[in-house]
């Protein structure tokens, strides 16, 4: 089980997404300056306990109207190797484990095994910042095709918006900057 420590990161995860965010495909900011803020989430643990897995929830207040961001990210102890120079979204010093190389999670193997684990009903979500304690607010519904299907992560988040399928999906929420509540789909094969 991942252990989440309670110390200092620099830069902190929103100051490496803010420089990321705008220059991501699939932004929906109205200005090219981001002001993401911590919204939701929930982690998966790597069985190996090598690489920390976090599917964070942003929001984005710096246009009309707030955006919210399904950002996944990995956490590594050294370069991953054979990695796109646009996976890595940078590193930071961590207070306990030292420099931390931060990824795309979309773009690591190990991310993407564990959400598949997920939606095959193989994988408990955790907490995002507990350790060792499972988030039943995240929940998988339908069935996952065999073998290796496709699956596809909405990056921008819209409240309510559930597919016509009976194929896995996982729907988790987030806290809107105003104080409401949401939930959506984030991943669905």
Not at 55 to 66: L, Y
Not at 100 to 121: F, I, T
Not at 131 to 152: F, K, L
Not at 166 to 171: F, I, K, N, Q
């Amino acid at each position: 089980m991942a252990v989440i420590h309670r110390t200092t990161m620099t830069p902190t995860k929103l100051e490496l997404l803010t420089g990321w965010l705008p220059k991501q495909s699939w932004y929906a900011g109205d200005t090219g300056q981001p002001e993401p803020a911590r919204a939701g989430g929930f982690r998966l643990d790597d069985p190996e306990g090598e690489v920390g897995i976090e599917f964070m929830v942003v929001t984005d207040s710096s246009g009309k109207e707030p955006v919210a961001y399904l950002v996944p990210l990995s956490y590594r102890g050294a370069a991953l190797e054979g990695a796109a120079d646009e996976a890595l979204i940078g590193t930071a010093e961590h207070g306990v484990l030292g420099t931390r190389w931060v990824y795309d999670g979309l773009q690591d193997p190990v991310v993407r095994e564990q959400l598949l684990a997920l939606l095959r009903g193989e994988a408990v979500p955790q907490h995002q910042s507990e350790s060792n304690t499972p988030d039943p607010s995240v929940t998988v519904h339908g069935s996952c095709p065999a073998g290796e299907p496709e699956v596809r992560v909405n990056r921008v988040l819209r409240p309510g918006v559930h597919p016509r399928t009976t194929s896995a999906h996982v729907v988790a929420g987030w806290t809107w900057p105003d104080g409401t509540g949401a939930r959506a789909v984030f991943a669905v094969t």
